[in-house]
């Protein structure tokens, strides 16, 4: 198969990554022309490498060069490193011609699907990890946990006590919880909205008396 054929399907790929489910998904547009520029430029390097006499220290050198680029500029999450790295295995196989096409362009579909059901908004959608700054010392762990199930409306699953400064009353923590779903919290916003308002009939009441 010729090379058009694998820059094709690399092309078809790296927009599907990009457009089909990052962007739609984190709405982070400065990563777009990363991704996709990072991805056309490994193709043409590995197809260089791959179509012509070039000794290994210069295909080292070139994966040296790649290796270089920073990926703390700005901050990116765990995620946005995946599809990062995910836009640089498909381009690396689409830079082969020699390799089998059913095997590269198979892996290339693998890469993608492992990304939509991995990044789903789905999968463990209302599970979170946050870093919570409380306005009291906490030495005891358990009592940082109820607190932060009632500020969070969640289930506490992991809490990690970082630092406690007692000179300021502060404590910074690491929170894994899941959120309770959103018709319980709506009730009981629902319930505190009308006991409110009970109230505040109550004392019109009394100042019309």
Same mark, same amino acid.
């Given at each position: 198969m010729s090379a /058009?054929?694998? $820059? &094709?399907?690399? @092309?078809?790929?790296?927009?599907?990554? =990009?457009?089909?489910?990052?962007?739609?998904?984190?709405?982070?547009?400065?990563?777009?022309?990363?991704?996709?520029?990072?991805?056309?430029?490994?193709?043409?390097?590995?197809?260089?490498m791959s179509t012509s006499d070039l000794s290994l220290g210069f295909g080292l050198g070139i994966f040296a060069v790649l290796s270089i680029i920073r990926l703390r500029s700005t901050e990116m999450g765990h995620a946005?490193?995946?599809?990062? /790295?995910?836009? $640089? &295995?498909?381009? @690396?196989?689409?830079?082969?011609?020699? =390799?089998?096409?059913?095997?590269?362009?198979t892996l290339m579909g693998v890469l993608i699907?492992?990304?939509?059901?991995?990044d789903h908004p789905k999968l463990f959608g209302r599970t979170r990890q946050q870093m919570m700054v409380l306005d009291q010392a906490f030495t005891d762990e358990d009592k940082a946990r109820d607190l932060l199930a009632t500020m969070l409306h969640a289930t506490i699953h992991r809490v990690e006590i970082r630092k406690?400064?007692?000179?300021?009353?502060?404590?910074?923590?690491d929170?894994?919880?899941?959120?309770?779903p959103a018709v319980?919290?709506?009730?009981?916003a629902d319930a505190d909205l009308g006991q409110a308002r009970s109230v505040t009939r109550d004392a019109m009441t009394v100042g019309a008396r």
């Open positions: /058009f054929a694998f $820059i &094709a399907a690399d @092309l078809v790929a790296i927009l599907i990554l =990009v457009f089909g489910l990052y962007f739609p998904r984190h709405r982070r547009r400065d990563m777009l022309v990363a991704f996709l520029s990072i991805n056309v430029g490994v193709m043409g390097v590995t197809y260089a946005e490193i995946a599809y990062y /790295f995910t836009a $640089i &295995a498909i381009g @690396l196989l689409g830079g082969f011609p020699s =390799v089998s096409p059913a095997i590269s362009f699907a492992v990304i939509a059901v991995g406690v400064d007692l000179v300021t009353d502060t404590t910074i923590c929170v894994r919880f899941t959120r309770l319980a919290k709506t009730s009981r």
